[in-house]
T-cell receptor, first 111, second 112 residues
Framework: RKEVEQDPGPFNVPEGATVAFNCTYS??????FFWYRQDCRKEPKLLMS???SGNEDGRFTAQLNRASQYISLLIRDSKLSDSATYLC????????????FGAGTRLAVHP | SQTIHQWPATLVQPVGSPLSLECTVE??????LYWYRQAAGRGLQLLFY??????ISSEVPQNLSASRPQDRQFILSSKKLLLSDSGFYLC???????????FGSGTRLTVV
């Protein structure tokens, strides 16, 4: 089983739509979780950190279900500028704070 | 505030040539440092990480090496590049446990 599994997409949605991405992880010891967004040919940028059951930041809501090893990201009122690849990133802990990056889910928002 | 610098932005190198990519972090001390590679259309692969000066750990065996000569400097090197070394190389730092990474702007390497 892969350490991180995400639907690669693409998710094609109109502006204003609500879209949700799902992510499952295999390491039950993961304690911290992050959502990154990566624009085409750019570096990933941190979108949200998730340390407990969930987190909300404006139009973005992340939810964590530790029992099912499942994380989701909900984007409300999609904007054209939300078009990017979204990476679900669980962290394992040890001396070096290792983050596991999957290939991500691609979102395309159209007018 | 903390910043991370990575250069060059793009690089075209012939097979068999050496490589040196540099990454520096400002505004923090004793950061955890990481080198990742991303092949086209793929996820990020962790290459090396370092928790202190002179300390390097390798995640996968390959044609590359890393060094950390100073607290906030991380260097990725190769003596002889292979075609398979082409990719998007990203340096990142984190302050420690339970922290997300901040990435540099990356180097797009094409080996020809």
């Amino acid at each position: 089983r892969k350490e991180v599994e995400q639907d690669p997409g693409p998710f094609n949605v109109p502006e204003g739509a609500t879209v949700a991405f799902n992510c499952t992880y295999s390491n039950s010891a993961s304690q911290s979780f992050f959502w990154y967004r990566q624009d085409c040919r750019k570096e990933p940028k941190l979108l949200m950190s998730v340390y407990s059951s969930g987190n909300e930041d404006g139009r973005f809501t992340a939810q964590l279900n530790r029992a099912s090893q499942y994380i989701s990201l909900l984007i409300r009122d999609s904007k054209l500028s939300d078009s990017a690849t979204y990476l679900c990133v669980p962290a394992t802990h040890g001396g070096y704070n290792k983050l596991i990056f999957g290939a991500g889910t691609r979102l395309a928002v159209h007018p | 505030s903390q910043t991370i610098h990575q250069w060059p932005a793009t690089l075209v190198q012939p097979v068999g040539s050496p490589l040196s990519l540099e990454c520096t972090v400002e505004g923090t001390s004793n950061p955890n440092l990481y080198w990742y590679r991303q092949a086209a259309g793929r996820g990020l692969q962790l290459l090396f990480y370092s928790v202190g000066i002179g300390q390097i750990s390798s995640e996968v065996p390959q044609n590359l090496s890393a060094s950390r000569p100073q607290d906030r400097q991380f260097i990725l090197s190769s003596k002889k590049l292979l075609l398979s070394d082409s990719g998007f190389y990203l340096c990142a730092w984190s302050p420690g446990q339970q922290s997300g990474y901040t990435f540099g702007s990356g180097t797009r390497l094409t080996v020809v």
